[in-house]
């Protein structure tokens, strides 16, 4: 189970802290990472973090985001910078075990960005 936090509403031009808990199983953690989804479109990929912290960054906001992993605490974080109306969107936490291809996601806290 993945518990996110730290959604709501913010300014354009504001920041926000996203962050996202797993539940057990926290053993054999391989990726977890945050995907985002506009009303009425697919849903994108932000950015990734393993468990040996190697980042990989999408091209959907990156430049804005900076994504960060407590192993100890099996928790990832996703602070947001410079955030515009556009990036208003629910942000799903993603999370795969190693030697599992499955997804699982997070319910995904709202963030709408007002201008």
């Known amino acids: 189970q993945l518990v996110e936090s730290g959604g709501g509403l913010v300014q354009a031009g504001g920041s926000l802290n996203l962050s996202c808990t797993a539940s057990a199983p926290t053993l054999g953690i391989k990726t977890m990472g945050w995907y985002r989804q506009i009303s009425g479109m697919q849903r994108d990929w932000v950015a990734t973090i393993s468990r040996a912290g190697s980042i990989v960054y999408g091209d959907t906001m990156k430049g804005r985001v900076t994504i960060s992993r407590d192993n100890a605490k099996n928790t990832v974080y996703m602070q947001m910078n410079s955030l515009r109306p556009e990036d208003k969107a629910v942000y799903y936490c993603?999370?795969?075990?190693?030697?599992?291809?499955?997804?699982?996601w997070g319910k995904g806290p709202q963030v709408p960005v007002s201008s």
């Open positions: 993603n999370l795969i075990y190693f030697g599992r291809s499955a997804n699982h």
